[in-house]
């Protein structure tokens, strides 16, 4: 919990001496709990001091990272409860379960089919973040085996998952250096796995059955020296696991309570494509930090990446591209020229829609501060005078030797004062972007 200015005044030397450029401690200590100043800049700072400070501005929820070069991944750190509050920081992994039962062509096959769930959505690109081994051979060497082939063939983060410490320490000696996060040490195992995640400094999963024995866990690996921890309950139903993670996340928010600052996650191995997905989308929402599925259904696996992409996108700023002229197919100087403005689902759309003509074109996009089309011209975000400034920016009369506009049919009402502002025909496409094929078929 953060402290305050004279919580702060109380750990400080009370010399009132200056080094700091404030005229006393007490300023220096108030301008410390506003996070204006910093510690450092106090010379005379104890070390009590130090630690109390550092203790105190430590995020509520740790950040985890696993994995090793592209394939890094990092969760945690999250500081609101509700996105809308501010936003979520850290997207949720996605993994993949991978059983050391498979083995040859079965087991790369079955990697090279992870590594391809990757998808293209409104411009941004989507993938499965980390494959989980998980140790149903019962045999340790086996489970490091197959974790090997994962390390050679993938290169996404990996998860060690086996009941057995043994089997986890087996499997860790061959892919250390690609710093897999080990699941699960629990109260029984504690000792034996984060001895081993000590030793390849690795991250480590506390596996509980409550949130309170959880809190024990932590407490625990943590007095074993082992500080990146991530939560695994253990519950009898997906309601009570989502009841246990909102419960985890508030206790760890509001109360700053330590033992349960950790990210989270949760398996969902069983079950059709579809419930996996349904749970798995549930778990995202709250408040999973990494959830393991076994299905490899792009059609389950999809909603799943489009459901963390929708709520780890900071809800104070819409998604945009770039504004700026695009072609669509190959068009030429008589091709049509149409606009729509920067938020990217509507561009995405109006793309899509002109795709579907299969009449080359150019599309300008305009910049409303990532906002639809109505949205931007109630607004007074989209006017004649925005439109006129980026034709002009874009170079539009360059490219295109007509001279006409195709302006969605929303604004159809700004056409007239935008033929004045420009000097060009304005021609008012379709209101919905789904009757562009047929419009565009029709004017070309
Ligand atoms: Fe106080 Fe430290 Fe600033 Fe001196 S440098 S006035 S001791 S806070």
Known sequence: MALTGLEIFKLLPKSNCKKCGKPTCLAFAMALAQKKAKLEECPDASEEAKSALAEASAPPISLVKFGKGDGEVQVGQETVMFRHDETFYNPTVIAVSVSDKLAGDALKERIECINSLQFERVGTHLQVNAVAV??????????????????????????????????????????????????????????????????????????????????????????????????????????????????????????????????????????????????????????????????????????????????YTDPQKPVQVEAKVYEVGEPNAESPLLMTTNFSLTYYTVESDAEASRVPCYILVVDTEGTSVLTAYSGDKLNEKVVAEAMKKSEVEGLVKHRKLIIPGYVAVMSGKLEEETGWEIAVGPRESSMLPKYLQEVA
Request: negative net charge.
């Open 134 to 311: 998980i140790n149903e051979s019962g045999s340790a060497d086996t489970f490091a085996s197959a974790a090997e082939t994962v390390k050679k063939a993938s290169p996404l983060a990996m998860i060690l998952v086996s009941d057995s410490p043994g089997a986890l320490a087996a499997a860790v000696s061959k892919v250390s250096d690609v710093r897999p996060l080990l699941a699960s040490a629990t109260s029984e195992t504690a000792q034996e796995v984060a001895k081993t995640a000590k030793e390849n400094n690795c991250p480590v999963v506390a596996q509980a059955e409550s949130v309170e024995a959880s809190a024990e866990l932590t407490e625990k690996i943590k007095a074993a020296g082992v500080e990146d921890i991530v939560l695994s309950l253990k519950a009898p139903s997906t309601k009570d696991e989502l009841y246990g993670l909102s419960e985890i996340r508030a206790v760890a928010l509001k109360k700053t309570f330590r033992p349960l600052g950790c990210p989270t996650i949760s398996f969902v191995l069983e079950g059709s494509a579809e419930d996996q997905s349904a749970k798995a989308i549930s778990l995202i929402c709250k408040y999973g930090s990494i959830v393991v599925v076994e299905t490899v259904e792009r059609y389950a696996i999809l909603p799943m990446l489009t459901t963390v992409m929708n709520i």
